[in-house]
């Protein structure tokens, strides 16, 4: 199974630990029927159990040298899709149907999981959730509540488009190589109607991001480019607290009021 050299450009850490794979297809629960996307396959340790209970798949993979062994791993387990493309500028929205949402999963590259992430969130309104496995700082860090040294840009901007569950942690010894971190699988729901609908996009994410390039300021001082002090008599929020502080409804109600219907 090792046979092939894990390649350093591309993150390349194979998931082998039979026990935490089936956790993980458990977790997902692939139901026939569904229509499943998978991110870099890799030697398909998810690819084959989880091609075997629905009998198609499609995979996104840049590595051509590991889909010729792939496709004899997966030939007399279902009807495997192959797509040779870097998962960073595939069109999802290609694979979606207007009757089925697309269930994406994957064991993520660390080097390029949160930049992937929010690639994956401008298809947001195809995909019914999203199972990955990424370094466990970063789930900590998508999963983190207000307050928490965790809590940042990261957590406010994914948890505006999902509902984040951290499921459970895994060791670096069930992966070949093994990486230097240890990893979690979570699962990514998109809401299907956003609650806290931020009016200026752009501007709520550049106003969580000034907030947070100075966290230990307050938001009086770190967003003082951006709001005025007489703008901050309008804002019903204690200009005073530390960006830390705040919900992701807190910052889309700063955005709103200085946004203007």
């Known amino acids: 199974m090792h046979a092939h050299t894990a390649r350093k450009r591309f993150g390349q850490h194979f998931l082998h630990d039979k026990q935490i794979i089936q956790r993980i297809v458990d977790m997902i629960a692939p139901q026939a029927g569904q229509h499943l996307v998978e991110i870099g396959p890799g030697q398909g340790a998810l690819t084959v159990p989880i091609l075997k209970k629905i009998g198609q798949l499609d ?78 700082e970063v789930v900590e860090r998508l999963a983190a509540l207000p307050g928490t040294e965790a809590y940042g840009r990261l957590s406010i901007m994914m948890q505006y488009h999902c509902h984040v569950i951290s499921l459970f942690n895994v060791s670096a010894a069930a992966f070949y190589p093994p990486p230097q971190v240890e990893s979690s699988v979570v699962r990514l729901i998109p809401y299907r109607e956003i609650s806290h609908f931020a009016r200026n996009y752009n501007h709520f994410a550049l106003l969580v991001r000034e907030a947070f390039s100075h966290r230990r300021k307050t938001l009086r001082n770190s967003l ?38």
Request: hydrophobic share 40%.
């Open 59 to 136: 995979v996104v993979e840049i590595d051509r040298d590991l889909i010729p062994p792939l496709k004899m791993r997966c030939a007399e387990k279902g009807h495997l899709i192959v797509h040779t493309a870097d998962a960073l500028e595939f069109d999802f929205g290609s694979l979606a149907q207007p009757d089925q949402q697309l269930r994406v999963i994957g064991n993520l590259p660390y080097n390029i999981s949160t930049p992937l992430i929010f690639h994956l969130l401008q298809y947001a309104k195809h995909i019914l959730d999203m199972h990955f496995m990424l370094q466990k």
């Open 224 to 261: 003082k480019e951006l709001i005025s002090d007489a703008e901050w008599q309008t804002i019903a929020i204690d200009s005073h607290l530390r960006p830390e502080q705040l919900r992701v409804e807190d910052y889309v109600t700063i955005s709103n009021q200085l946004q203007p219907k």
